[in-house]
């Protein structure tokens, strides 16, 4: 497998050409990103566990959106029995649950090394009596939400291609885990440029709503404003994971035909 490198624009290209995705079908990524975030909603009903199965089954989440936009890509219409037929093959099915849990142990694995270090100053927050000192448990959470958030980039690239390089091109995880981290590394660039242009997307919904707010407009009112804003916005994020993954590795396609 090859990947290409790519100038720090395509990082912004591949919201372009996502944006682009959402307009052909924007109904069928409407949908798909309601029911996302339905699942995520439910997860959080179940403590722990909901948490867990939600990370376990990203992976299959990410191959059906990669699919749904690769079909619209195709200019074929996205019916509502076409969402789960990349799950047909059961050794598809299989790899990419492996896959699933794989990526839980490394997550909850960066979660551990990420909180080693800073455990005595996070159990200095709870006295002998087992009360919780609030203000200084939330200033020693920050060295293990910084520390995990950088090992997760790493977690990020192993895990970012590979749900589609097990999918489409049937290689093994080892072999896709390392697939994925060579193109993340040798796209830094863009892939910075991804993250930055997202970042300051959801920070300007926030800001529009927090200056309606200011105008007099009820908090209850400006987040039923903004609930169908995000759901687009989440759409076109999904959208853009497919321009992502084919400039990167669609060259690949060719010498397989």
């Not at 270090?117 to 020693?140: C, K, N, R, Y």
């Not at 309606?212 to 999904?238: D, H, K, R």
């Amino acid at each position: 497998m090859q990947a290409a490198s790519l100038p720090i624009t395509s990082g912004w290209l591949w919201i372009q050409n996502g944006f682009q995705l959402f307009k052909r079908q924007p109904m069928a990524m409407f949908f798909w990103s309601l029911m996302t975030g339905f699942l995520i909603s439910v997860s959080y009903l179940i403590p722990l566990f909901g948490q867990m199965l939600l990370i376990a089954g990203t992976p299959i989440l990410t191959f059906i959106t990669l699919s749904a936009c690769r079909n619209i890509a195709n200019g074929k219409p996205m019916l509502l029995n076409m969402w789960l037929e990349p799950l047909h093959d059961r050794d598809t099915r299989r790899r990419l649950l492996a896959l699933g849990l794989a990526y839980l142990i490394f997550c909850l694995a960066g979660g551990f090394f990420a909180t080693l270090p800073f455990l005595d100053s996070l159990m200095s927050a709870i006295d002998v009596d087992g009360a919780i000192d609030e203000t200084a448990l939330i200033s020693a959470m920050r060295g293990p939400f910084i520390t995990f958030g950088l090992l997760y980039v790493i977690i990020s690239a192993l895990f970012w291609h590979a749900p589609a390089l097990i999918g489409w091109h049937r290689i093994k995880m080892s072999q896709a885990l390392f697939f994925s981290m060579v193109a993340c590394w040798r796209n830094k660039l863009p892939f910075l440029a991804y993250g930055a242009s997202w970042a300051a997307i959801f920070f300007a919904i926030q800001m529009v709503g927090s200056f309606v707010t200011s105008l007099g407009v009820s908090p209850g009112t400006v987040q039923i404003l903004l609930t169908p804003v995000n759901i687009i916005v989440a759409a076109v994020l999904y959208c853009s994971f497919y321009p992502a993954y084919f400039s990167v590795f669609g060259a690949n396609y060719a010498a397989e035909d």
